[in-house]
């Protein structure tokens, strides 16, 4: 098995792209390396493509990615109580690694931001789950004994990471939500060096 955890989102105003880095920080300060890939948009047109390789940012994910990480971070934006399309739809086309077992017991855990309070950041969180205990993966969400989940008056969850916007499309993180996003790749990388060593 590989040493990285695949640090998989989708972002379109940038918070979900902070916390991914955040996370990323997290796992790379347990000596295992992050891996950041996100995916492409989806498009009504019939006319409209999109280039194989983004002209910014982190790379499209591809299928090896699953196969080769030791475990998985899945982000997305809420939309409607769920994950956005863009995710959904590269989830919705990896049939072929659970068939193959891609991910068993390999660990995970989802993390997701919103424009409102009441935004369905733990819905979404919940919905993200359902792909990966489909494929065998271990959910690993975040335990209270992070005691940013007592006092943030932002995002937190004990689904996983999150983040509030306030309305205004902000990417910067509150301070509880940097160190839970940290506090989330840290228990992903622990989780998957005991997992890799049985």
């Known amino acids: 098995m590989s040493n990285h955890i695949l640090i998989l989102y989708y972002s379109r105003n940038g918070a979900t792209k902070a916390m991914a880095n955040r996370i990323a920080q997290g796992v790379e300060s347990m000596g295992m390396q992050a891996k950041l890939r996100t995916v492409p948009e989806v498009s009504t047109g019939i006319d409209h493509t999109q280039p ?5 940012g982190d790379p499209f994910v591809q299928k090896s990615d699953l ?50 309070m009441h935004g369905g950041q733990e ?27 007592h006092s943030t008056k932002t995002g937190g969850s004990p689904y996983g990471a999150t983040h509030y916007a306030h309305g205004d499309k902000s990417e910067k993180l509150s301070d509880d939500e940097r ?20």
């Open 67 to 116: 196969k080769a990480c030791s475990g998985l971070a899945l982000g997305s934006p809420t939309r409607f109580g769920n994950m956005a399309c863009a995710l959904k739809y590269f989830i919705d086309t990896t049939s072929g690694e659970w068939l193959a077992g891609a991910l068993v017991n390999k660990p995970a855990g989802v993390f997701t931001s919103t424009g409102s």
């Open 123 to 149: 819905s979404t969180l919940l919905s993200m789950m359902l792909p990966l205990l489909h494929h065998g993966m271990v959910i690993a969400g975040l335990p209270y004994t992070h005691p940013e989940l």
């Open 52 to 56: 194989s390789v983004p002209t910014s």
């Open 179 to 198: 160190a839970l996003c940290f506090a989330q790749g840290q228990r992903l990388a622990s989780l998957a060096q005991k997992l890799a060593n049985h």
